[in-house]
């Protein structure tokens, strides 16, 4: 199996058109011509613990939901993580692949699924890029939930050991906004979602006054909020792996949140 039936799977899903101008996403080492050395790994990030385990499990490529060269190389001398993994995987003949703001956006793809996690439904997406693609989702809990039980159904669904949180000033939980990942700049179009809730990650300490006593602001983590890619990852690829017997699918047994709380 040549690398870009790989691609070419994924990308039907998540077209990289879909990417935002900043990003990387794609085949970043590798050749889509090239023949497929062993398995394929998921994971959310390339890091030089998921190349060793692509090394030990024969896997020839690794496909991630974050791009492990975001800025220019100027150089590759190892000397820092990003270049020791390239040049690891370079080495090794491992092909790495990003599947990023284009799984972001595309209609049933992150936002989408941890709405799903949460028990969302009716879900809509928050900020609309086009017919089928936009940031963020906005839906209805079955029936609404008291604030804490809500805080609780996000630390058990999400495995967060804590929740950043605004001021609660909803006393019960019903209609939820979310976006994956770094979510601050669509605060705006929560608050014109009429949420009671909405949930992100990666905010700031003015972002906790923006909801201004409306709804309440939720930051369940990076890694929380996007680990759920590799299950994405894996059911698209899954039918390459049932059409194809040599082709080995794996989930990562070292994903790892590099954020770590003193509890």
Same mark, same amino acid.
């Given at each position: ?11 039907? %899903?998540? +077209? ?9 996403? #794609? ?16 994971? &959310? ?7 060793? $385990? *692509?090394?030990?499990? #024969? ?7 974050? +791009?492990?060269? %975001?800025? +220019?190389? @100027? ?19 491992? *092909? ?18 941890? #709405? ?17 693609? #936009?940031?963020?989702?906005?839906? !209805? ?5 008291? !604030?804490?039980? %809500?805080? *609780?159904?996000? @630390?058990?669904? /999400? ?20 976006? !994956? ?11 014109? *979602?009429?949420?009671?809730?909405? &949930?992100?990650?990666? /905010? ?19 890694? $929380?909020?996007? %680990? ?36």
């Amino acid at each position: 199996m040549k690398i870009r039936e790989i691609t070419e799977c994924i990308e039907a %899903f998540a +077209p990289l058109a879909l990417q935002e101008s900043y990003d990387n996403a #794609g085949l970043i080492v590798g050749r889509s011509d090239d023949e497929l050395k062993g398995g394929v790994l998921l994971a &959310v990030d390339v890091t030089e613990e998921i190349i060793q $385990e *692509a090394i030990d499990t #024969g896997c020839g490529m690794i496909i991630t939901h974050h +791009p492990i060269i %975001f800025h +220019p190389l @100027k150089r590759l001398n190892s000397a820092s993580v990003v270049e020791r993994c390239v040049e690891s995987a370079i080495k090794h003949d491992i *092909a790495l692949y990003a599947c990023h703001t284009n799984l972001d956006s595309v209609k049933n793809g992150m936002s989408w699924r941890l #709405g799903g996690m949460l028990g969302l439904e009716n879900m809509q997406i928050l900020e609309q890029i086009s017919e089928n693609s #936009g940031f963020g989702v906005v839906g !209805t809990l079955a029936s609404p939930m008291d !604030t804490a039980d %809500f805080f *609780a159904l996000l @630390k058990d669904r /999400l495995s967060c050991s804590v929740i950043r949180h605004s001021q609660v000033v909803k006393s019960k939980i019903e209609r939820v906004a979310l976006c !994956t990942g770094a979510g601050a700049s669509l605060i705006g179009a929560a608050a014109d *979602a009429a949420c009671d809730a909405y &949930v992100t990650a990666d /905010l700031k300490y003015n972002d906790f006054y923006l909801p201004d006593g409306e709804f309440v602001i939720c930051d369940v983590g990076h890694f $929380e909020s996007e %680990f759920c890619a590799v299950d994405i990852l894996f059911e698209i690829l899954s039918n390459l792996s049932k059409k194809n017997s040599n082709f080995a699918l794996h989930k990562s047994a070292c994903l790892k949140n590099p954020v770590h709380y003193y509890l």
